[in-house]
């Protein structure tokens, strides 16, 4: 079934560092890719859609300067949190969607990144 | 009110028991999803639906459009089975003003003890 890695799976760092996370589709073509954040015990928030080789569209609210989002190629997304603080110290995942065939398709999920920040 | 709503929130079984999960939602869909969210974070999907039923070893999926309800169903459930299931809907607006984006529901948490 189709793959998506998702690395780094946990990272702890000081405030203000900037920390990038990937997201890959490994045996698919991913034109779309989704970029959600979760905080405990609650239901996946949706802060921005990329689409391979155009600028992502956030959703209201999630600051494009803050989290910046590359989608540079078919595989590969990532979502870099700049000048992190505590107060995005969340679990982030990504979810891929291949092109064409039928409308309706599954999301194909990765792992996860649990960012902590100190 | 929450476009779409599971219930219930938590759910405690003991091992072999049959597990139903609901969600209901309020908007028109074009696909409705089960996931399934380990401890860990990871999501993996179960099911994809627009109509009827589907059905993948002990879990079985419904979904009734004129209710606008579905249903997620466990036979014999196994401790294995402890995790996170979150139902999602894919909104029948034109890709233009929704894309593929999902809307979730707030997830319900399955504990089976043995």
């Known amino acids: 079934g189709a793959v998506v890695s998702q690395h780094p799976s946990r990272v702890i760092c000081k405030s203000g560092t900037s920390v990038k996370i990937e997201c890959r589709s490994l045996?698919?073509?991913?034109?779309?890719m989704f970029w959600y954040r979760q905080f405990p015990k609650q239901s996946l928030m949706l802060m921005a859609t990329?689409?391979?080789?155009?600028?992502?569209?956030?959703e209201q609210g999630v600051e494009k300067d803050k989290f910046l989002i590359n989608h540079a190629s078919l595989t590969l997304s990532t979502l870099t949190v700049t000048s992190a603080h505590p107060e995005d110290s969340s679990f982030y995942i990504c979810?891929?969607?291949?092109?064409?065939?039928?409308?309706?398709?599954?999301?194909?999920f990765g792992d996860g990144t649990r960012l902590s920040i100190l | 009110k929450n476009e779409v709503e599971q219930s219930p929130q938590n759910l405690t079984a003991q091992e072999g028991e049959f597990i139903t999960i609901n969600c209901s939602y309020s908007v028109g869909i074009s696909a409705l999803h089960w996931l399934q969210q380990h401890p860990g974070g990871g999501i993996v999907s179960l099911f994809m639906l627009s109509s009827g039923k589907k059905k993948h070893g002990r879990l079985i999926a419904t979904i009734n459009i004129q209710e606008k309800h579905s249903s997620l169903h466990i036979t014999a459930s196994h401790p294995r089975d402890s995790a996170v299931y979150i139902c999602a809907v894919k909104s029948s607006q034109s890709e233009e003003t929704s894309g593929s984006r999902l809307t979730f529901g707030e997830g319900t948490q399955l504990t089976v003890n043995p």
């Open positions: 979810s891929a969607l291949t092109g064409g065939g039928p409308s309706n398709q599954p999301q194909h």
């Open positions: 045996d698919f073509q991913a034109t779309t």
């Open positions: 990329s689409n391979e080789g155009s600028k992502a569209t956030y």
